[in-house]
């Protein structure tokens, strides 16, 4: 934790492409934590110093680049900046490109679009992407309450599956008041002594979790396991199952993200916040996300 020191910068140029966003609220995930521990995206970003974890903001325009077009000042939005390159979101002002952002639903507040960045797109982009997620479908989300998997299952029931997700017991009702058809509770039950004939699997955990969940698959579904490196082999397991698996990674898309602020704007998708953190307290927003036990997502506001 040492590594991690809040210092003062000069506040960032931008391109003609870029705005510059006055952060309001940013979001934590696990990404973060792995970068700072020299695992996750450290490899990528070591030659900046200082490196500025994160990836997720909400906040408003203050300054336009000459070829911006959607945005202008004044305008408040959000999204998943340069993953996987250098966000640097978590900071109080952000140079983003315009095709990473979309406008902020008036009707949700800045922790909430923040938390909906790079756990929601990776929800939405593996769903419609990767499963082409269709009515029906039998679909099972491990991690069904944290950051990406509580996105998910509102997502694929939505989408008009038939959702089940694994939690421990006590978020049990919140797994299914966010949409899921059946609860397991991983600590007492293996979800593979319970389920036939899943289409897709949503993998969050990654080692053996790929060869249980290919117990419990139909022919012809997909399993797609996002933890990195803990997903290398999902190919070769699957193929030997006759089945697919591939690992994933989310990429910034300021399009999929006009959909997500649709979704949210709408109420078809909220944001579960678990914990609100201020900036001094950074170290302990990591400890929260370094617990595994998030329910929902955990944000960071700057004033
Ligand atoms: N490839 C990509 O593009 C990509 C994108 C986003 C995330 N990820 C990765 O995906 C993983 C999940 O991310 P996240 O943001 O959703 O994490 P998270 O929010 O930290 O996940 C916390 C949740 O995990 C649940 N959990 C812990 N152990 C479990 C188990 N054995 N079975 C079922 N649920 C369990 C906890 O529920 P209980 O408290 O009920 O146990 C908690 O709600 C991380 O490894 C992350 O780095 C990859």
Redesign the pocket.
Known sequence: MENLVITEIPVPDISDNEVLVQVKVFSV???DI?TRLGR?HASRLKEYNPMILGWDISGTIIKTGKSVISFKPGDDVFGMINFPGHGKAYAEFVAAPESHLALKPFNISHEEAAAAS??AL?AWQVLKEKFKLKPGYRILI?????????YAVQMSRYLGAYVIG???E??REFVLRLGASEHID??KQNFEDLLTDIDFVLD???GN?IDRSLKVMRCGGIIIS???G?SEFVKEKAKEKGLTGD????QSNGKDMKEISDLLQLGIITSHISKTFTFDEIRAAHQQ?ET??????IVVKMS
């Open positions: 995930n696990p990404v792995k996750g790079l756990a990776t491990h991690s069904a309450a944290g950051g990406v998997g509580h694994t939690a421990s006590k978020n991983y600590e969050t955990m990654g979790y996002i933890p990195s803990a690992t994933f990674r989310v996300i595994g036990k998030t329910r929902g997502k």
